[in-house]
């Protein structure tokens, strides 16, 4: 499609009236516009639609539209090559990039990998229909707005994956392992499944690791040494670190057993080692004291890094009752906490935060709106598998006709119906798991309300083990160095924060506020004000 030609009326002073048409003065903009194949036949959804809003926005607001980008999704072709150019057009402009106009959130991120792309180019983005702009130098409150609107998007597209992976229960009951290949293993596909298969570049890297191991000599460190040296890499081609290494060793896959969903199974994938050494490796692993206890049972276990080796800070009950947390490796210079304490660093490093009052307002109209879009995808997607689910039936049913007439014999019709069966019960399984993802979201979508206006309240009041859960949406990362805790804000709720978080701002220093640029300007005390939720209010 060619560049279009717009009306720059109301192109801003930049003393460029001269030229005509050749080269667009005013700001430069591209815009972005994109129909699923849901929405094709409905009203108001279409791209000339979504095209005239976008063109009278630029006309507004002294835009020349300099390029478009149209991504027509069909039932069958699921790449949008339009996004794929658009995000090579930004990157190849770098910092001369144009500004980005497109309708709405749900238009530019289908998905939470298209948010990352385009986040990673720092390119400013007009939401006209939202009225937000992003820009390095947007206010916190548009920020925080669009960040709201992301973590809900990325939300669903969790829930969606994770309701995916409980239908992989059954998978693991005939021994195969459900996931990703761990290294060492490759995905192949057999008889329409996939299942592991030995990797013949790494599998005996990965069994001479549990060799070394096991003869005492080396360190997780040694091992990580190794694993470089002798050119062992993980899936992308990075360097494994002894994270990695720590967590191949603790997988019995390897050994032909795994963990799915708090479940053991026997794998009836290949072994690359024997039952035995995997044992003497778990043993000697255990024989540290500081990798003992079942981390996963523990409220705030895997929550939080040690600070001097960034390992995982996992528990242990002491005298039978006591839950006390401490770094998982070898480093020993961190403290035992006990849990109590944790979970009142946690409160403490919440408590700076706080929404304000002009906020309130279209935080809650943002929260509705992705309550809209992910019920609008939940309800397409519904649709669809009912569609499948009677497409199948009527296959069924007409197969056993023709079975019973003699058109058929009794080997094509056995194979086409358990085939259909499959069909058949995979999507009437999608239909039950969609409506769980559907109680999910309204349930982040209440925590997040919640979080946001009252975050210490709420996580005062809970038992730790519910605490967890508000602070994984809460935070990205808490680091445990002499005794404290720091923490960092996950988006968008990092930017409802003082520059400073963490124990520090106890003592009444509220840190140097030019280190960062998203303070709210509205912030007038520390206290945090408390804005108890109406029902009402509530999203949904
Ligand atoms: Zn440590």
Not at 152 to 160: G, I, T
Request: proline share 4%; hydrophobic share 35%.
């Amino acid at each position: 499609m060619p560049p279009s030609k717009t009306r720059r009326s109301a192109r801003p002073g930049r003393g460029n009236h001269a030229k005509e048409a050749e080269v667009p003065t005013g700001k430069q903009a591209v815009l972005y516009a994109r129909v699923s194949s849901r929405e094709q036949e409905r009203e108001g959804f279409s791209i000339p639609a979504q095209q005239a809003c976008l063109k009278k926005y630029a006309s507004d607001n002294g835009f020349a539209i300099v390029q478009e980008f149209i991504d027509v999704e069909t039932a069958k072709k699921t790449g949008r090559t339009a996004f794929t150019q658009l995000l090579a057009l930004l990157k190849k402009k770098g910092a001369k990039a144009p500004v980005v106009l497109v309708e709405k959130t749900d238009r530019l991120y289908r998905n939470l990998k298209d948010w990352v792309a385009l986040d990673e180019m720092r390119v400013d983005v007009h939401f006209v229909k939202e009225g937000i702009v992003v820009s390095e130098e947007s206010r916190s409150s548009e920020k925080f707005i669009h960040g709201i609107k992301v973590l809900m998007a990325k939300n669903y597209v969790d829930n969606l994956s994770e309701e995916v992976k409980k239908g992989m229960h059954q998978k693991c009951e005939e021994g195969h392992y459900p996931g990703m290949a761990p290294i060492g293993y490759l995905n192949v596909r057999e008889g329409g499944r996939s299942l592991l298969a030995t990797d013949p570049e790494r599998a005996l890297l990965v069994r001479n690791l549990f060799d070394l191991y096991d003869r005492g000599e080396h360190s997780i460190d040694d091992l990580a040494e190794y694993a470089q040296q002798s050119g062992l890499r993980g899936k992308k081609g990075g360097l494994l670190g002894s994270a990695v290494i720590h967590n191949a060793l603790r997988n019995p896959l390897y050994a032909g057993q795994f963990h799915w969903g708090g479940k053991s199974y026997v794998g009836n994938d290949p072994a690359l080692i024997t039952w035995a050494l995997f044992e003497r490796v778990q043993a000697r692993l255990d024989g540290h004291p500081y990798t003992r206890g079942r981390s996963h049972d523990f409220a705030f276990a895997g929550l939080v890094t040690c600070g001097h080796c960034k390992g995982a800070v996992t528990a242990e009950i002491k005298k039978e009752k006591y839950v006390y947390y401490h770094c998982s490796t070898r480093c020993q210079r961190e403290a035992f906490v006990s849990e109590a304490k944790l979970a009142a660093m946690f409160a403490a490093a919440v408590r700076p935060l706080k929404l304000p009052e002009d906020v309130r307002e279209a935080f809650l109209a943002s929260l509705k709106d992705s309550r809209r879009d992910i019920e609008v995808d939940v309800r397409a997607r519904t649709v669809a598998a009912q569609a499948r689910l009677e497409r199948v039936t009527r296959l069924i049913n007409a197969a056993y006709e023709d079975k019973l007439e003699g058109r058929i014999d009794d080997a094509f019709f056995n194979s086409k119906r358990s085939e259909w069966e499959t069909q058949r019960a995979e999507a009437a399984e999608e239909i039950q798991r969609l409506t769980r993802v559907s109680a999910k979201s309204l349930d982040t979508a209440i925590y997040v309300f919640e979080l946001a206006n009252r975050a210490y309240d709420l996580l005062i009041s809970r038992e730790p083990r519910d605490q967890r859960r508000l602070l994984e949406i809460l935070l990205s990362n808490s680091v445990l160095a002499e005794g404290k805790l720091t923490v960092t804000f996950a988006s968008p709720f990092d930017q409802l924060t003082e520059p400073t978080t963490g124990p520090e701002t106890e003592n009444g220093d509220p840190g140097s506020p030019d280190r960062r640029h998203s303070v709210w300007s509205g912030r007038q005390d520390s206290n945090l004000r408390l804005l108890g939720p109406k029902p009402s209010a509530l999203p949904g």
